[in-house]
């Protein structure tokens, strides 16, 4: 009886673990994504909220709360490879909206994310690089960063 007993304490216990451990890297990747997305990051999380809560809180607690937390590089050399990656596999529009926002929230300016764009051409094509580009022109324009000189 009492094996029994203390193996449901540890099983209960390990949950309660398990569970803290998790809003731990919840909370932890929220701040990181506050930070770097502001309120475009959360719009994103929360519009997940009602089709796919999980995957919300994978973004944040994995990509945020683990990798963008990594020492190694800094915000905006991280948003930089981030940009790049999106205008590579091409029909990420969105989420190019938001890294685009989160590049210039991290210090990157205007010119710099263009000429990314544009030097993402030579390896992924124009097609992709003119999607980018004008992804970035939306953004600047929100932003009152047009013209780019």
């Known amino acids: 009886m009492t094996s029994r007993r203390s193996n449901h304490s540890r099983r209960r216990d390990l949950k309660m673990t398990e569970k803290k451990e998790r809003q731990e890297g919840f909370e932890r990747g929220k701040a990181v994504l506050d930070a770097v997305d502001g309120a475009a990051g959360a719009k994103v999380i ?3 909220g009602d089709i796919s ?3 919300g809180h994978q973004i944040v607690a994995w990509g945020f709360g683990e990798i963008y937390s990594r020492p190694g590089l800094e915000p905006r050399d991280r948003q930089l490879v981030t940009l790049g990656m999106l205008t590579a596999l091409g029909g990420c529009e969105p989420q190019l909206d938001v890294h685009i926002n989160a590049a210039l929230n991290v210090g990157l300016t205007p010119q710099q994310i263009i000429e990314a764009f544009l030097h993402s051409a030579v390896y992924c094509g124009f097609p ?3 999607n980018a580009t ?3 022109k939306k953004v600047f324009a929100e932003r009152g960063l047009l013209p780019v000189a």
């Open 53 to 55: 809560p999980e995957l």
């Open 134 to 136: 004008f992804t970035a």
């Open 46 to 48: 929360d519009a997940l």
């Open 128 to 130: 992709r690089a003119l």
